[in-house]
């Protein structure tokens, strides 16, 4: 046993390193899905933090270069249980194991990844550090370094991840909508799933600001996934609401869906241990429609679960929750084109219940009316609402009320918190 886990409770896992040696500091968090840890390594949305898998066996299918979410492993460190010995898929060109020491990613192999995720679930996600080669010590120097190193609470972090500069992905087949990306995090199959449908995607650096956007004439705007404290995005939360006031068509997801309650005026969360993985229960509201999806989040939306709410734009209701703990997962304005939802349709590796978002998106833009899943009920034009919402017997209640008595009370508990 030649490398250990620290958390910063004091909690020590011991094992053996798996990927390069050395020292590594992040947010230690799990990861429920029994596959896609090539996309998981890559997103961004998991920089600096620890992944712990909770598949056993890790590594099997080896690594290959179609499936990575960008250009480079983004997790600060990586915590499996059983390395596969050999890797065997006829994609794969190279080992797990020399991937992550290619690209300095830290790792180690323990046996109770069980015991860590059960931790974490009691505990709470936390500040975790993995040591090994030249940087062991005394388990108490190291304790010392990982509680030196930065929360996630107040980490400002898209910017960090986010392109330098414009591209454009182009549309596959004839060209429908030109689409403004924000990146804060973006992950590759994300433009990719709109291009599919004939969308040209800019993608535009974090700091984009409502004229650059504008500029480009879009058919609609989205904002992507991204890591860090939604609360410290004031910069891209500043632009969504310019683009909000000009009436473009909005559709985001993740960090997207946080920031689109921020513009909302509604606030952020951070979330006891998040949700990551690929199994998550998430109910429309409307239809009563169940999908299993996509999730890598560690904040979430504080918004009323029932009925309408006001916003500075508009009525405004949650159109999904999550039905594990009735978590926010999905925002949408009545009178205006814009909608999110705080998981991943496009859903690499996998599933795909959700990939009917990117059809509701584009129905946004060519003007229809009456998506399934997207953010319109009402066959009416936009601002034609005959009546107006109080008209129709729905509850208004303001953006900053907290929940009613038809929360749980441990749901309720976790919302003051």
């Avoid at 250990?4 to 050395?22: C, K, S």
């Avoid at 400002?156 to 549309?171: I, M, N, R």
């Avoid at 800019?202 to 500029?215: D, G, K």
Wanted: with cysteine; glycine share 12%.
């Amino acid at each position: 046993m030649t490398a250990v886990l620290v958390l910063e409770d004091g909690r020590v896992f011991h094992g053996t390193p798996y990927g390069a040696e050395g020292e590594t500091f992040g947010e230690m968090v799990f990861n429920t899905g029994m596959t896609g840890y090539q996309e998981t390594l890559t997103d961004p949305s998991y920089h600096r933090q620890i992944v712990a898998m909770t598949a056993p066996h890790i590594g099997n299918t080896g690594v290959n270069d179609e499936d990575p979410e960008s250009s480079r492993v983004w997790v600060a460190g990586y915590v499996v249980r059983e390395p596969a010995r050999v890797a065997s898929n006829w994609r794969s060109n190279r080992s797990l194991d020399d991937y992550l020491r290619e690209q300095g990613v830290v790792g180690i192999a323990i046996p109770g990844t069980r015991a860590l995720t059960r931790h974490l679930r009691e505990r709470g996600a936390m500040r975790a550090g993995v040591f090994s080669g030249k940087a062991l010590a005394p388990v108490e120097e190291l304790l010392e370094r990982v509680l030196g190193s930065p929360l996630m609470e107040g980490a400002d972090l898209a910017g960090e991840v986010s392109t330098a500069k414009p591209y454009v992905v182009p549309a596959i087949g004839a060209r429908r909508f030109t689409v403004a990306a924000v990146d804060l995090g973006i992950k590759a199959m994300t433009p990719h799933r709109m291009a599919e449908r004939g969308c040209e995607v800019h993608v535009l650096p974090a700091s984009a600001t409502t004229e650059e956007i504008l500029a480009l004439g879009p058919d609609g705007v989205f904002f992507s996934n991204g890591p860090g404290d939604p609360a410290t995005a004031d910069g891209p939360v500043k632009a969504l609401r310019g683009v909000l006031d000009a009436g473009v068509p909005f559709f985001g997801i993740c960090f997207g869906n946080q920031l689109f309650g921020r513009a909302l005026g509604l606030g952020t969360y951070k979330l006891r241990y998040g949700h990551r993985g690929v199994n998550q229960p998430v109910q429309h509201r409307g239809t009563g429609k169940v999908e299993i999806s996509a999730h890598n989040h560690g904040f979430a939306v504080r918004a009323p679960l029932e009925g309408v709410f006001d916003t500075p734009y508009g009525p405004a209701e949650v159109s999904h929750v999550n039905l594990n703990d009735d978590c926010v997962e999905g925002l949408r304005l009545l009178d205006r084109p814009a909608f999110s939802v705080q998981y991943h349709p496009e859903a690499a590796a996998g599933p795909h219940d959700s990939a009917s978002l990117f059809d509701d998106f584009c129905a946004l833009m060519a003007g229809e009316r009456g998506t399934v899943n997207g953010a319109i009920t009402s066959t009416e034009r936009f601002g034609e609402r005959a009546g107006g919402v109080a008209d129709e017997g729905r509850v208004l209640r303001g953006a900053g009320e907290e929940p009613d008595a038809t929360m749980g009370t441990e749901r309720i508990g976790e919302l003051r918190c």
